[in-house]
C-alpha cells in the first residue's frame, strides 16, 4: 500500500510537465535518454522548456543530438527550426535545460506545436506535442494545483469568451511549480502566469527572478492567496516595471474560471499573439515615418521594349539576315544575356547593396534592489535592397519575431501572405538567425523584447537639487515627476555632468509623452502609458542609445529610445 500511495504521489508531482521522449537504450544498466517539457503546450511564438536527462550507465561515452521543428497554424504557414548536441561521459548523468525556438503567430488560428527528433549513439525517437487556441487569446501558464481541479470549466469559459467554433478551445498550460525554468525567455511566449501564494513560495529562488524579469517586460502575475497578503510578504516587488502584479483572493464559491478568464482577458495589455499579428498591418507608426519606396515603372518598361525590338527585328534583319538564320542560335542568347546583365545592373543601381532603417525602443532601467537590468522591446522596419546572405547573429538572447505588415510589392510577410522560415539557433548565450528574416528588395518588420545588463542611472548628486546622468549617451530630454507630484524638465544631458530640472506643468509634459507614445505600435504605447505617470521615476528621450543589432547588412538610420525608471539617491 505505501509503495502505491508514493507511486501516485510521484505520479501526481510530474503530471504537470510533458514526457516528450524517454528512450531506454539499454535496460540491463538503465542507460537512457529523457526530454522532458516544463510546460505541457508550447505557445505561440517565444521558447519553449526542456529538460534533457541522459543517464549514461555504460562504459564509453556516448552522444546525443536533438532536433526541433515548431510550426503555427493548421497550414504550417510558419516554421522555426534548433538543434541541440549533448556529450554524456561514461558513467555520469548529465541534465540540461535549453530554451527551444518557437514559430512567431501565424494564421488565423493558433495551433502551435513542436516536434522533437532524438538521434545519436543512445538510439531514435520522436515526438510532438500541440496546443490550440484562437488568434486573440491570451497565452496563459497555470499551476498544477489550479489547472487540476479548473481545467475543464476553464476551457469551457474561454471558448465561450471567444466563441471558438473548433470544438475545443484551451485555456492554458500547465506546470509544476518546483520545476520551473530560470531563464526569462521560457516565459516570452506567454501574456499570463497564474498560480497560489503555495504554488509561489514553492518556486525555486532562479525561477523567481525570470518571472519577475518577464513581469517587468510586460507579463502579468497572478498570486491567488488563501489568506490576505501583501507583495512584500510574498516576496514581490512593489512596481513591476511595464507588467502587473495581482493577489486575488482565492474564492471557493465556485466561480474561480470566470474570475480567471476575466483577469486575463481584461488586461490593458493586448496579447502578445494578437500584436504581432494586428498591430503592424495598418497605420504603423514607423513604416509610416519611414516612407514608401516607389518603384519605376517607367525604366523596366523601356528596357524591355528595347529589348524586344533588338531581340526581334533588329536581330532578325541585322545580326541574322536572310541566308545566315543560323546566326539566331548565338545573337538570341547573348542579347538575353545582356538584357539580364543591364536589367541586375539597374535594380544595383536603384536599390544598392544590403538596406537601411530605423528603430524605435522603449526600456526600462531598473538601478535598484541590485538588478542593475535594463527590461527592453524594440520595434524595427527595414527595406533592403540586394542582400548577399541571410545569416546574422543576435549578440544577446531575445524574444525576436517577425510581424506581418502591410501588403505592397515590397512585403513578404504581409497579412495575406503570414508565412515562412525564422529559424533561430541558440549558442553560447546568443541567437543564430537564418531563413526569411530579412530578404532582397522587400520590406520587413520585427520586434525584440530583452532583458540585458546595464550600469546606467538617473541619481541625485550631494548637491541639493543636482542629479548625475551614467549612461553612455547624451539624453536630449528628460521628465521628472517627483514625489510632489510635480513635473519638471531638463534638456541636453551629457554623460557624467551635474544637471537640474526645472518645473513644467502637467499637461505640457503629458502631452510631451502621448506625442512619443504614438510612435510605437498600440502594445507598445499601452507599456509606455502604464509607466508614465510614476512619482520618483523619469521619461527620457535619446537618439543615441545603441539598439539590439540584428543584420549588419542594414543601416539603421535613426534609431530612437524612451527610457524610463527610477531616481536614485537623496540630496
Same mark, same amino acid.
Given at each position: 500500500?505505501l509503495?502505491?500511495?508514493?507511486?501516485l504521489?510521484?505520479?501526481?508531482? #510530474?503530471?504537470?510537465?510533458?514526457?516528450?521522449?524517454?528512450? /531506454? @537504450?539499454?535496460?540491463?544498466?538503465?542507460?537512457?535518454?529523457?526530454?522532458?517539457?516544463?510546460?505541457?503546450?508550447?505557445?505561440?511564438?517565444?521558447?519553449?522548456?526542456?529538460?534533457?536527462?541522459?543517464?549514461?550507465?555504460?562504459?564509453?561515452d556516448?552522444?546525443?543530438?536533438?532536433?526541433?521543428?515548431?510550426?503555427?497554424?493548421?497550414?504550417?504557414?510558419?516554421?522555426?527550426?534548433?538543434?541541440?548536441?549533448?556529450?554524456?561521459?561514461a558513467g555520469?548523468? #548529465?541534465?540540461?535545460?535549453?530554451? #527551444?525556438?518557437?514559430?512567431?503567430?501565424?494564421?488565423?488560428?493558433?495551433?502551435?506545436?513542436?516536434?522533437?527528433?532524438?538521434?545519436?549513439?543512445?538510439?531514435?525517437?520522436?515526438?510532438?506535442?500541440?496546443?490550440?487556441?484562437?488568434s486573440?487569446?491570451p497565452?496563459?501558464?497555470?499551476?498544477?494545483?489550479?489547472?487540476?481541479?479548473?481545467?475543464?470549466?476553464?476551457?469551457?469559459?474561454?471558448?465561450?469568451?471567444?466563441?471558438?467554433?473548433?470544438?475545443?478551445?484551451?485555456?492554458?498550460?500547465?506546470?509544476?511549480?518546483?520545476?520551473?525554468?530560470?531563464?526569462?525567455?521560457?516565459?516570452?511566449?506567454?501574456?499570463?502566469?497564474?498560480?497560489?501564494?503555495?504554488?509561489?513560495?514553492?518556486?525555486?529562488?532562479?525561477?523567481?527572478?525570470?518571472?519577475?524579469?518577464? /513581469?517587468?517586460?510586460?507579463?502579468?502575475?497572478?498570486?491567488?492567496?488563501?489568506?490576505?497578503?501583501?507583495?512584500?510578504?510574498?516576496?514581490?516587488?512593489?512596481?513591476?516595471?511595464?507588467?502587473?502584479?495581482?493577489?486575488?483572493?482565492?474564492?471557493?464559491?465556485?466561480?474561480?474560471?470566470?474570475?480567471?478568464?476575466?483577469?486575463?482577458?481584461?488586461?490593458?495589455?493586448?496579447?502578445?499573439?494578437?500584436?504581432?499579428?494586428?498591430?503592424? /498591418?495598418?497605420?504603423?507608426?514607423?513604416?509610416?515615418?519611414?516612407?514608401?519606396?516607389?518603384?519605376?515603372?517607367?525604366?523596366?518598361?523601356?528596357?524591355?521594349?528595347?529589348?524586344?525590338?533588338?531581340?526581334?527585328p533588329?536581330?532578325?534583319?541585322?545580326?541574322?539576315?536572310?541566308?545566315?538564320?543560323?546566326?539566331?542560335?548565338?545573337?538570341?542568347?547573348?542579347?538575353?544575356?545582356?538584357?539580364?546583365?543591364?536589367?541586375?545592373?539597374?535594380?544595383?543601381?536603384?536599390?544598392?547593396?544590403?538596406?537601411?532603417?530605423?528603430?524605435?525602443?522603449?526600456?526600462?532601467?531598473?538601478?535598484?534592489?541590485?538588478?542593475?537590468?535594463? @527590461?527592453?522591446?524594440?520595434?524595427?522596419f527595414?527595406?533592403?535592397?540586394?542582400?548577399?546572405?541571410?545569416?546574422?547573429?543576435?549578440?544577446?538572447?531575445?524574444?525576436?519575431?517577425?510581424?506581418?505588415?502591410?501588403?505592397?510589392?515590397?512585403?513578404?510577410?504581409?497579412?495575406?501572405?503570414?508565412?515562412?522560415?525564422?529559424?533561430?539557433?541558440?549558442?553560447?548565450?546568443?541567437?543564430?538567425?537564418?531563413?526569411?528574416?530579412?530578404?532582397?528588395?522587400?520590406?520587413?518588420?520585427?520586434?525584440?523584447?530583452?532583458?540585458?545588463?546595464?550600469?546606467?542611472?538617473?541619481?541625485?548628486?550631494?548637491?541639493?537639487?543636482?542629479?548625475?546622468?551614467?549612461?553612455?549617451?547624451?539624453?536630449?530630454?528628460? @521628465?521628472?515627476?517627483?514625489?510632489?507630484?510635480?513635473?519638471q524638465?531638463?534638456?541636453?544631458?551629457?554623460?557624467?555632468?551635474?544637471?537640474s530640472?526645472?518645473?513644467?506643468?502637467?499637461?505640457?509634459?503629458?502631452?510631451?509623452?502621448?506625442?512619443?507614445?504614438?510612435?510605437?505600435?498600440?502594445?507598445?504605447?499601452?507599456?509606455?502609458?502604464?509607466?508614465?505617470?510614476?512619482?520618483?521615476?523619469? /521619461?527620457?528621450?535619446?537618439?543615441?542609445?545603441?539598439?539590439?543589432?540584428?543584420?549588419?547588412?542594414?543601416?539603421?538610420?535613426?534609431?530612437?529610445?524612451?527610457?524610463?525608471?527610477?531616481?536614485?539617491?537623496?540630496?
Amino acid at each position: 500500500m505505501l509503495r502505491f500511495l508514493l507511486f501516485l504521489t510521484f505520479a501526481f508531482r #510530474v503530471c504537470a510537465q510533458e514526457t516528450m521522449i524517454r528512450e /531506454v @537504450y539499454d535496460p540491463g544498466t538503465d542507460t537512457h535518454v529523457e526530454v522532458l517539457a516544463l510546460f505541457t503546450r508550447p505557445s505561440c511564438g517565444g521558447f519553449f522548456p526542456v529538460r534533457v536527462k541522459i543517464a549514461n550507465n555504460l562504459k564509453v561515452d556516448r552522444s546525443v543530438y536533438l532536433n526541433f521543428e515548431s510550426s503555427n497554424s493548421y497550414m504550417e504557414r510558419t516554421t522555426t527550426t534548433s538543434s541541440f548536441n549533448f556529450t554524456a561521459p561514461a558513467g555520469k548523468t #548529465v541534465t540540461r535545460d535549453i530554451m #527551444v525556438p518557437l514559430s512567431p503567430p501565424g494564421g488565423t488560428y493558433g495551433n502551435p506545436s513542436i516536434t522533437v527528433l532524438l538521434g545519436g549513439s543512445l538510439g531514435n525517437a520522436s515526438n510532438s506535442i500541440a496546443s490550440s487556441m484562437g488568434s486573440n487569446q491570451p497565452m496563459v501558464l497555470l499551476s498544477e494545483s489550479l489547472f487540476t481541479p479548473h481545467a475543464s470549466s476553464l476551457d469551457a469559459e474561454i471558448a465561450g469568451k471567444f466563441h471558438s467554433s473548433r470544438g475545443s478551445s484551451e485555456f492554458s498550460a500547465k506546470f509544476d511549480p518546483k520545476q520551473l525554468p530560470d531563464d526569462w525567455l521560457a516565459f516570452s511566449g506567454y501574456d499570463s502566469v497564474i498560480m497560489t501564494d503555495t504554488d509561489w513560495s514553492n518556486v525555486p529562488p532562479g525561477s523567481r527572478n525570470a518571472i519577475l524579469s518577464w /513581469v517587468r517586460l510586460g507579463g502579468q502575475l497572478l498570486v491567488y492567496t488563501q489568506n490576505p497578503a501583501t507583495p512584500a510578504s510574498l516576496g514581490l516587488p512593489a512596481e513591476s516595471g511595464f507588467g502587473s502584479i495581482a493577489l486575488p483572493a482565492l474564492s471557493k464559491s465556485g466561480k474561480i474560471a470566470r474570475q480567471m478568464v476575466d483577469a486575463v482577458t481584461r488586461n490593458p495589455v493586448k496579447p502578445r499573439q494578437t500584436s504581432i499579428q494586428s498591430d503592424f /498591418v495598418r497605420s504603423w507608426p514607423l513604416q509610416e515615418h519611414f516612407g514608401e519606396q516607389k518603384f519605376r515603372y517607367s525604366l523596366f518598361v523601356a528596357v524591355l521594349v528595347l529589348f524586344g525590338i533588338v531581340v526581334g527585328p533588329v536581330n532578325l534583319f541585322v545580326f541574322a539576315k536572310s541566308g545566315q538564320r543560323h546566326k539566331l542560335f548565338i545573337t538570341t542568347p547573348i542579347i538575353s544575356l545582356v538584357a539580364s546583365l543591364i536589367m541586375i545592373g539597374m535594380i544595383i543601381v536603384q536599390d544598392g547593396f544590403g538596406g537601411s532603417g530605423i528603430r524605435r525602443v522603449l526600456m526600462e532601467v531598473r538601478p535598484d534592489e541590485g538588478l542593475n537590468s535594463a @527590461y527592453l522591446h524594440q520595434e524595427q522596419f527595414s527595406r533592403t535592397g540586394v542582400l548577399t546572405g541571410s545569416d546574422f547573429t543576435l549578440a544577446s538572447p531575445a524574444d525576436f519575431s517577425p510581424v506581418a505588415i502591410a501588403n505592397s510589392r515590397w512585403s513578404r510577410y504581409s497579412e495575406s501572405s503570414a508565412k515562412g522560415t525564422f529559424n533561430l539557433q541558440p549558442a553560447d548565450g546568443k541567437l543564430l538567425a537564418s531563413g526569411d528574416w530579412f530578404q532582397s528588395r522587400s520590406e520587413q518588420g520585427q520586434v525584440l523584447s530583452a532583458v540585458i545588463s546595464t550600469r546606467g542611472r538617473i541619481e541625485k548628486t550631494d548637491t541639493p537639487g543636482t542629479y548625475l546622468s551614467t549612461f553612455e549617451f547624451p539624453i536630449e530630454t528628460i @521628465y521628472l515627476l517627483d514625489d510632489a507630484d510635480q513635473w519638471q524638465r531638463a534638456d541636453g544631458i551629457q554623460a557624467g555632468k551635474k544637471f537640474s530640472f526645472t518645473p513644467v506643468e502637467k499637461p505640457a509634459a503629458l502631452s510631451w509623452m502621448m506625442g512619443e507614445s504614438v510612435a510605437f505600435s498600440q502594445r507598445n504605447q499601452a507599456l509606455f502609458q502604464s509607466a508614465m505617470n510614476r512619482p520618483g521615476h523619469f /521619461v527620457a528621450l535619446t537618439t543615441q542609445a545603441p539598439g539590439i543589432d540584428t543584420s549588419p547588412a542594414i543601416r539603421w538610420k535613426e534609431t530612437r529610445t524612451i527610457i524610463t525608471g527610477p531616481i536614485l539617491g537623496q540630496n
